[in-house]
């Protein structure tokens, strides 16, 4: 079975400028989610999709963050404007909501994003 | 809404011996914690995890015990080899499996 895949893995860009994050989840995982992990800190939610549907991003910064999951599969997540405190690793994980481990999440490699 | 401490934040043990890490957590209705190992460059991957309705969970080497009156719980790693080098994260969440806070994780080293 696939894992979840990320793109990029790396990128590096000038404050204000913007970029965007990509992410595949496990076929079938009704569930997924985006997390953002600052270097030395534990993972913090920042949205999570049931399907194509938003259940939580109460903790999404909406003024320069945005994601989407259109069709319920991939999502993106973009940030415009970038800042610097916005350097860190953005992991999409996916649960599959069924099944024995219906809401154990997995998650992808990461992707680097460091903001100069 | 939830905080979850963990300790230590580093640990460094020889190969063979165990290794004990703690986490406290503040939200008495949490009732899920699992325990996530993250290698580097690599997504954290769930190792271990226990509901509140249990006190004790062990698969092979590593085991997880939960006090809730207390609000803390703990990893627990056997024989510990130098694969298990890794940075340990707890989490907690009300509900399975969805919103999870994470603990600040602990970097377990393992000396041959």
């Known amino acids: 079975e696939a894992g979840v895949a990320q793109s990029p893995r790396y990128k590096i860009i000038e404050k204000r400028q913007s970029v965007a994050f990509w992410c595949n989840p496990i076929s079938g995982h009704a569930t997924l989610y985006w997390y953002q992990q600052i270097l030395g800190q534990g993972p913090k939610l920042l949205i999570q999709?049931?399907?194509?549907?938003?259940?939580?991003d109460s903790q999404l910064p909406k003024d320069r963050f945005s994601a989407e999951r259109l069709k319920g599969v991939d999502s993106t997540l973009k940030i415009q404007p970038a800042k610097l405190e916005d350097s860190a690793v953005y992991l999409c994980?996916?649960?599959?909501?069924?099944?024995?481990?219906?809401?154990?999440?997995?998650f992808g490699p990461g992707t680097r994003l460091t903001v100069l | 809404g939830e905080n979850v401490e963990q300790h230590p934040s580093t640990l460094s043990v020889q190969e063979g011996d165990s290794a004990v890490i703690k986490c406290t957590y503040s939200?008495?209705?949490?009732?899920?914690f699992p325990w996530y190992k993250q290698e580097l460059g690599k997504g954290p991957q769930l190792i271990i995890d226990i509901r509140s309705n249990v006190g004790e969970k062990k698969d092979q080497r590593i085991a997880v015990t939960l006090n809730k009156t207390a609000k803390h719980f703990s990893l627990h790693i056997t024989e510990t080899q130098p694969e298990d080098s890794a940075v340990y994260f707890c989490a907690a969440s009300r509900i399975y499996g969805q919103n999870f806070v994470f603990g600040p994780g602990t970097r377990l080293s393992v000396l041959p």
């Open positions: 994980a996916s649960s599959p909501n069924s099944g024995r481990a219906y809401n154990e999440q997995f």
């Open positions: 939200d008495s209705a949490s009732n899920y």
């Open positions: 999709f049931q399907n194509n549907g938003v259940v939580d």
